[in-house]
């Protein structure tokens, strides 16, 4: 019975779901499977298979999966930016790389102030087209998931890029291992701790501003509920991976507002 | 969402309504529809 596939922990939840819908297995035979982007013009989902250093393709009309690239750099999060190309997290070109309309592949990030970046981890593109993306040292501490190497940066923070100039700076860097991020629908930028992991920190940042008032940096955001963010959906609400059966609150962790700064 | 394996990460898809959720689960990819729409652009 489906209703088996659900646990309504909050009744906010329940509107959220159709009890006749089944979790339904599309694919299998990854490693990892991680940072899924969805590209609704192709009807296609993208996603890395980490440790298998490749990214694959699920059609959704034909419900077929393909290799889409192979080798592809240990790639970890993926977001589709506005212009509807796939923006890419890279554990082994410790970078954040772009596709481009005609298929090339280039990078939009590698170092900063002169060090290598870490081994980005997570991606988002803001409504102005910033490129937001948090970076851990994960993909450079064994060669499972990247390559092993040496960090240069003496910090795992949040970086915030201006493709349109380069600019690119560290927006946060008070966390001890940004995971994943996502901005909701009103702009407020959450990133989140690996779940499983110690140091289970949730943060919520906001990223400042609607487009009128970009001068004028936003309050952080003050929901008590902190949730390691993922996606989010039109009403606001965000849906979140949590390790174990409870969703991490307030009461299971500790809650951080941080606000990242932008221009 | 009960998900028979450890989730990374999930994402909203299904053409232009953004309706069903693609889940990320260790060796596979999961999905369920759903009854909120996705955000489509930030």
């Known amino acids: 019975m489906a209703d088996a596939d659900y646990e309504i922990l909050d009744s906010r939840f329940r509107r959220c ?7 339904e297995k599309l694919y299998e035979g990854c490693r990892w499977a991680e940072g899924p982007a969805y590209q609704p013009a192709w009807r296609s989902l993208v996603w890395s298979d980490i ?16 290799v889409f690239r192979y080798p592809a750099g240990y790639t970890n999060g993926n977001t589709v930016d506005r212009q509807g190309r796939l923006v890419t997290c890279e554990h082994g070109g410790r970078r954040v790389s772009r596709t481009e309309h005609d298929g090339v592949v280039v990078t939009l990030a590698d170092r ?13 593109v803001k409504s102005d087209d910033t490129v937001w993306f948090t970076d851990p040292a994960y993909g450079i501490e064994s060669d499972y998931e990247g390559h092993l190497a040496e ?18 700076r560290a927006v946060a860097t008070d966390f001890a291992r940004p995971n994943g ?38 309050p952080a955001a003050r929901s008590s509920r902190s949730v390691p963010p993922a996606s989010s959906t039109a009403s606001g609400s965000t849906w979140a991976v949590g390790s174990g059966s409870a969703p991490p ?8 507002t941080a606000r990242c700064s932008a221009r | 969402v009960k998900v028979p394996e450890v989730v990374a990460n999930v994402e909203f898809g299904g053409g232009p309504k953004r309706n069903y959720l693609y889940i990320c689960g260790t060796t596979s ?6 009854m909120v729409n996705g955000a489509k652009r930030l």
Request: aromatic share 4%; with cysteine; hydrophobic share 25%.
């Open chain 1, 181 to 218: 991020i996502a901005f909701s629908p009103t702009r407020t930028c959450s990133t989140s701790p690996t779940p499983g992991r110690p140091t289970p920190r949730t943060a919520r940042a906001t990223s400042a501003t609607s487009p009128s008032a970009k001068a004028a940096p936003s």
């Open chain 1, 17 to 23: 779901i159709n009890t006749t819908g089944k979790v």
């Open chain 1, 112 to 124: 900063h102030e002169g060090k290598r970046l870490n081994s980005p981890n997570d991606v988002v």
């Open chain 2, 29 to 34: 990819l999961y999905g369920v529809k759903v």
């Open chain 1, 151 to 168: 960090p240069e940066i003496g910090g795992c923070h949040v970086y915030r890029l201006d493709p349109a100039s380069g600019d690119l």
């Open chain 1, 51 to 66: 440790p298998n250093d490749r990214i694959l393709r699920y059609d959704e009309a034909s419900g077929t999966v393909g």
């Open chain 1, 249 to 256: 609150t307030a009461s299971t962790a500790t809650t951080r």
